[in-house]
């Protein structure tokens, strides 16, 4: 089969939700164009998003795009919902604060796993942790 082809973009905005909030709407404007110019090729995007999926700047994100974090819509997950970790533990100190996501467009996508790559060599380094998601992409209408 030949290889389907994605769109791949990532973000790190401010931490401070006053200064990102500018930085999520040009991303989203970016994220509608790019829905018009390709509306059948699937969406990832990846990064420090510095916001939880229940905040505004992921509703700003996201809104009318058919995307959303692709821990929320997994199959199957780790269980793993965090902020982060202290520099050098393997421990999670609360849940439901993710602000690493892989954002998927749902409409193209379905998320089969979602699994966060935590171990020692990791968070030697870091305080955040890869996400890993396993997706099969739906036929184009």
């Not at 389907?4 to 500018?22: D, E, R, Y």
């Not at 018009?36 to 795009?65: H, W």
């Not at 796993?113 to 992409?137: Q, Y």
């Amino acid at each position: 089969n030949p290889a389907q082809k994605i769109i791949h973009m990532n973000m790190h905005p401010h931490s401070n939700s006053n200064i990102n909030m500018p930085g999520f709407e040009d991303v989203h404007e970016e994220l509608r164009h790019l829905r018009r110019q390709y509306p059948t090729t699937p969406i990832f995007l990846t990064g420090d998003y510095n916001a939880s999926y229940t905040e505004r700047q992921m509703q700003v994100l996201f809104e009318g795009l058919s995307m959303v974090s692709g821990m929320l819509v997994a199959e199957k997950s780790d269980g793993t919902d965090c902020y982060c970790h202290p520099l050098g533990s393997v421990e999670y100190p609360n849940s439901h604060t993710a602000i690493d996501h892989v954002g998927v467009t749902t409409d193209l996508c379905e998320v089969k796993l979602h699994r966060v790559l935590l171990d020692e060599v990791i968070a030697k380094g870091s305080d955040h942790a890869p996400m890993f998601i396993d997706v099969a992409l739906k036929a184009a209408n």
